[in-house]
C-alpha cells in the first residue's frame, strides 16, 4: 500500500508556500502596526522562518524543527504586543496572500482555518497600545519602565 500524499505535496510543495509567504510579507511591509514587530529591518529572516514552520506543519520537510526546534507558536509571540488589531491586520495580509496564490477550495479551505485559529491563538493582550518587545512583562511603549515607587528602574 502506499504512503498518502501530504497537504504540503498535493498544493504544490516549497515553491506554493513561498509565494504565499512572499506575497503575506509584501503587505506587512507596509502594515505601520506589523511591520515594526519584525526586529530585522529586512524581512527575508522572518519570512524563511515562516515558510519553513508552514511547509513542515504541512507534511513538507523537517527543517524548521531541526533548526528551530519545537515551534512554541504562543512563546515566540509573548514578547510582542499582539492586540486584536494586530490580529486583524496578520489576518488581512494573509488572506490576500491566500487568495493570491489561488488554491483550489478543497486545499484552501484547510489551509485558511488553521491560519485564522493560529491568528486568534497568538493575541496576547486586549490593550490598544505599543506593539514591539515587551520589557519586564509590559509592552515596550517607549517609556521609562518604573519601579513601583515611582523611580526609573
Not at 47 to 59: D, H, N
Not at 136 to 153: E, I, M
Request: no cysteine; hydrophobic share 40%.
Amino acid at each position: 500500500m502506499s504512503e498518502p500524499v501530504s497537504f504540503y505535496d498535493q498544493v504544490g510543495g516549497m515553491d506554493t508556500f513561498r509565494r504565499l509567504v512572499d506575497a503575506f510579507y509584501r503587505g506587512v511591509a507596509t502594515d505601520e502596526v506589523l511591520k515594526p514587530m519584525y526586529p530585522e529591518e529586512d524581512l527575508g529572516p522572518a519570512a524563511e522562518r515562516l515558510t519553513l514552520f508552514l511547509a513542515q506543519y504541512w507534511g513538507g520537510p523537517t527543517t524548521y524543527g531541526a533548526t528551530r526546534g519545537h515551534p512554541r507558536l504562543r512563546m515566540r509571540h509573548m514578547p510582542f504586543h499582539v492586540d486584536p488589531d494586530a490580529r486583524d491586520r496578520w489576518l488581512r495580509h494573509m488572506r490576500a496572500a491566500v487568495d493570491e496564490i489561488a488554491l483550489p477550495p478543497a486545499f484552501e479551505a484547510p489551509l485558511w482555518d488553521y491560519l485564522e485559529r493560529a491568528a486568534y491563538a497568538m493575541v496576547n493582550t486586549f490593550e490598544a497600545r505599543g506593539i514591539g518587545p515587551q520589557q519586564n512583562g509590559r509592552p515596550d511603549t517607549g517609556l521609562p519602565v518604573r519601579a513601583a515607587d515611582g523611580s526609573p528602574s
